[in-house]
């Protein structure tokens, strides 16, 4: 994954959640799927924390799953994806143009809106299918506990017998007008210091700061260029609502910035 290239075009990582192959990922191993989102819903109050601290308004929250799933046959397969379908008021999956063995769709879960991306693959041998699945759980900051609630709901149909990769979290907010370069910086640094974290790369350029720091208080870790992270933060000007944007993603951001 070309992340230099994403960053600096702030284009929305729609397919790293399939290819986090650049990365090694140590999930929460021997935790359940509810310790883990528990977890992750732990980390996601305290950047929130660490947002609000550092003087930003907070306005969207998600978090989100990737998992992999395998099929003995077509008809199990057709059988989950319906159930998937109706859980969550699926009208269709429509195929990626971009990218022809991924197709997405929109619901929502009681109010909730929510995404996915769907890979699919045959399984020779077996005539089955593997799927991979990413599932975004998006909603505003006072909707986090129902966010949270969407999140273990997915264990109850689409994650049983699935192999959980990773759940990431994410928290966008802002700042009231243009913030130099300088203090944009600062913002982010004092962020990553509020979960006594390291910065072990960056980016600076024109339009986007991006920072990828590692914490020894988050449990989950990615990495990058040999690095251990678990937290990334990036900032950018929105010109259009004049907004000094904020984003914070735990291992990483996995929204558009």
């Known amino acids: 994954m070309n992340k230099k290239s994403a960053w600096g075009k702030g284009i929305l990582f729609i397919f790293v959640i399939f290819y ?7 999930a929460q191993g021997k935790d359940s799927y509810q310790e883990q989102v ?10 929130v924390t660490a947002a609000r601290k550092s003087g930003a308004v907070i306005s969207t929250i998600q978090s989100r799953v990737k998992l992999e799933k395998q099929f003995q046959s077509e008809r199990e397969y057709g059988s989950w994806k319906q159930q998937l379908m109706s859980r969550f008021s699926i009208a269709r ?3 990626v143009a971009t990218a022809p063995d991924v ?3 929109v619901g ?5 809106n929510v995404s996915f991306y769907l ?3 045959p399984i020779e041998e077996t005539k089955g299918k593997k799927i991979g699945l990413s599932v975004d759980v998006t909603g505003k900051d006072d909707q986090v506990a129902a966010i949270q609630q969407v999140t273990k709901v997915l264990k109850q149909n689409e994650i049983n017998g699935s192999h959980v990769l990773q759940i990431n979290t994410c928290v966008r907010g802002f700042y009231s007008g243009k913030l130099k370069n300088d203090l944009q910086k600062a913002k982010s640094k004092e962020i990553v210091s509020y979960f006594n974290g390291n910065i072990v790369e ?4 024109n339009t986007v700061l991006s920072y990828s720091a590692y914490s020894p208080q988050i449990k989950t870790q990615i990495y990058t260029n040999h690095n251990k992270m678990n937290l990334q933060v990036a900032t950018h000007y929105d010109e259009l609502d004049q907004k000094t944007l904020v984003t914070i993603g735990i291992p990483i951001i996995t929204m558009e910035y």
């Open 202 to 205: 960056a980016l600076e350029d």
């Open 38 to 47: 528990n977890q992750s819903f732990a980390e996601l109050h305290d950047m």
């Open 108 to 112: 929502e879960y009681k109010g909730i």
């Open 93 to 95: 999956f429509e195929p």
């Open 119 to 121: 890979d699919t693959n």
């Open 103 to 105: 197709f997405h769709a």
């Open 20 to 26: 986090l192959g650049v990365y090694t990922v140590f």
